[in-house]
Antibody, heavy 119, light 108 residues
Framework: EVQLVQSGGEGRKPGESLKISCQASGYSFTNYWIVWVRQMPGKGLEWMGIVYPGDSDTRYGPSFRGQVTISADTSVSTAYLQWDSLKASDTAMYYC????????????WGQGTLVTVSS | EIVMTQSPATLSVSPGERATLSCRASQSVSTNLAWYQQSPGQAPRLLIYGASTRATGIPARFSGSGSGTEFALTISSLQSEDVAVYYCQQYHHWVPVTFGQGTKVEIK
């Protein structure tokens, strides 16, 4: 069974750093893309970026390039989303999901990680 | 980037009745269109891909149609567990993938 298990909710102050994770199991981690999706409170789904663990190829959405860093560690089948300096506007639920190679739908999702940024 | 527009924003339907949700793309996405269901407090779940193929385990009352720029999701007989927000997504141009703003389905 394909599973994506995300790290627990986090609370931070503006300006602090944070790294959240998404651990995959039940399939070959290196053969599928992992995508990160933001959902701000009461809002819709936004594509942030994507990583291919097989060769670390990473792409970012225009609104997120330079704001976050996406990475993957094949030794622990885990993808990461990190911020160097959080803003209050980063408060949101963050989901990871699996995507097949090329243009494919997201066929499996993590449970979400709630990030709260407040002074 | 391709803009996806869903209508209506909210749909109120009586139990057992049909619900039809619409999604329009700003340019052709062929049949590279998916629908997701997000139940309250849950992560999204893939319902339909390739515009009309049900994902594994999805009940037959859910069906998708369309190609190019116009798409629809139909729930043939609404059940209480179908209360959710439904999102369409194009993956024809997948950097970035884009979602519609969502349609909230509620019980009348």
């Amino acid at each position: 069974e394909v599973q994506l298990v995300q790290s627990g909710g986090e609370g931070r102050k503006p300006g602090e750093s944070l790294k959240i994770s998404c651990q995959a199991s039940g399939y070959s981690f290196t053969n599928y893309w992992i995508v990160w999706v933001r959902q701000m409170p009461g809002k819709g789904l936004e594509w942030m970026g994507i990583v291919y663990p097989g060769d670390s190829d990473t792409r970012y959405g225009p609104s997120f390039r330079g704001q976050v860093t996406i990475s993957a560690d094949t030794s622990v089948s885990t993808a990461y989303l990190q911020w160097d300096s959080l803003k209050a506007s980063d408060t949101a639920m963050y989901y990871c999901a699996r995507q097949g190679d090329g243009g494919r739908p997201f066929d499996s999702w993590g449970q979400g990680t709630l990030v709260t940024v407040s002074s | 980037e391709i803009v996806m527009t869903q209508s209506p924003a909210t749909l109120s339907v009586s139990p057992g009745e049909r619900a039809t949700l619409s999604c329009r793309a700003s340019q052709s996405v062929s049949t590279n269109l998916a629908w997701y269901q997000q139940s309250p407090g849950q992560a999204p779940r893939l319902l339909i891909y390739g515009a009309s193929t049900r994902a594994t385990g999805i009940p037959a009352r859910f069906s998708g149609s369309g190609s190019g720029t116009e798409f629809a999701l139909t729930i043939s007989s609404l059940q209480s567990e179908d209360v959710a927000v439904y999102y369409c997504q194009q993956y024809h141009h997948w950097v970035p993938v884009t979602f519609g703003q969502g349609t909230k389905v509620e019980i009348k």
